[in-house]
C-alpha cells in the first residue's frame, strides 16, 4: 500500500506539474478559453488562471513531499473536485469546447472521458487521504505513543 | 480490509493512467484534424453583421476565435 501510495503522488505530481508549465507555456490560450463562452471570465480571468496554476503547483509539492502528502491528497482531491465539476458543466452546455485543461499535454477538451478521468483522479485522491495515518510514522492521534516511549517515561 | 484497499487503489491508479493515456493519443491524433464550427460564417445576404474566423497554432493545439462586426 505504501507503494501504490507513493506512485500515485508521483503520478499526481506529473499530471499537476504538466498541466501548470503547459498553462503557463500557453498562457494566451489559457486566457482566451476563460475570456470566451460558455466561462466567460472577462476582467478577472488573469487572477483566476494565475490561482488555478498556482493551486496546482501547491498541490503537486504536498503531495510529492512525504510529511506532507496527507494534506496534499485532501487538497489534490479538492482541486480535481472542481475540476470534474468544471468539466461537467462545459459536458452539458457546451460538449467538446475547449476546457483549458491542457493544450499540449493531454486532452484539452470537455468531454465524459475527460471529467471521468477526472473524477477518478478526485476518489483516489480523497480515498487515499482516508486510508492513510495521520503521521507519517504510521500513527494516528488517538494511537498510543510507542510501547519503548511510554517504559522510558515509566522508568524516569 | 488492506488487500481491499490495495485493489481499490490499483484499479483506480490503472484506470487515471489509461484515460490519461488516451487523452494524449487523442491530442496527438487531433494535431492532424482541424475542425471548425462557427455557426453563421460569413457576410453578404440582406444582414449587416459579418463573422470572422481567425485560426492560431500552438504546439500541436488549434484555436478558433469568431469575431463578430457590423458593417
Known amino acids: 500500500m505504501k507503494i501504490l501510495e507513493r506512485v500515485t503522488a508521483y503520478v499526481v505530481t506529473v499530471l499537476l506539474v504538466g498541466s501548470a508549465l503547459d498553462k503557463i507555456v500557453h498562457w494566451p490560450l489559457f486566457i482566451a478559453v476563460l475570456e470566451g463562452p460558455p466561462l466567460s471570465l472577462k476582467g478577472f480571468a488573469s487572477p483566476v488562471a494565475g490561482a488555478v496554476i498556482m493551486a496546482e503547483c501547491l498541490v503537486a509539492l504536498s503531495v510529492a513531499a512525504r510529511q506532507t502528502r496527507r494534506d496534499g491528497f485532501l487538497l489534490g482531491g479538492l482541486l480535481f473536485a472542481l475540476f470534474t465539476g468544471v468539466i461537467l458543466v462545459l459536458v452539458f452546455v457546451r460538449p467538446g469546447t475547449a476546457c483549458g485543461c491542457t493544450f499540449a499535454f493531454g486532452t484539452g477538451r470537455a468531454d465524459p472521458l475527460h471529467a471521468a478521468m477526472n473524477g477518478i483522479l478526485t476518489f483516489l485522491c480523497l480515498f487515499l487521504r482516508h486510508s492513510m495515518p495521520e503521521h507519517p510514522s504510521g500513527r494516528t492521534a488517538g494511537d498510543a505513543p510507542p510501547r519503548s516511549a511510554s517504559l522510558t517515561q515509566v522508568q524516569s | ?71
Open chain 2, 1 to 71: 480490509m488492506e488487500k481491499l484497499r490495495t485493489g481499490v487503489v490499483s484499479v483506480l491508479l490503472l484506470a487515471a493512467l489509461t484515460l490519461a493515456g488516451a487523452g494524449l493519443m487523442e491530442q496527438s491524433a487531433m494535431a492532424n484534424k482541424i475542425n471548425v464550427s462557427c455557426s453563421r460564417i460569413g457576410c453578404g445576404g440582406g444582414s449587416d453583421m459579418c463573422v470572422s474566423i481567425t485560426f492560431g497554432m500552438s504546439g500541436g493545439t488549434i484555436s478558433v476565435n469568431c469575431y463578430m462586426s457590423y458593417r
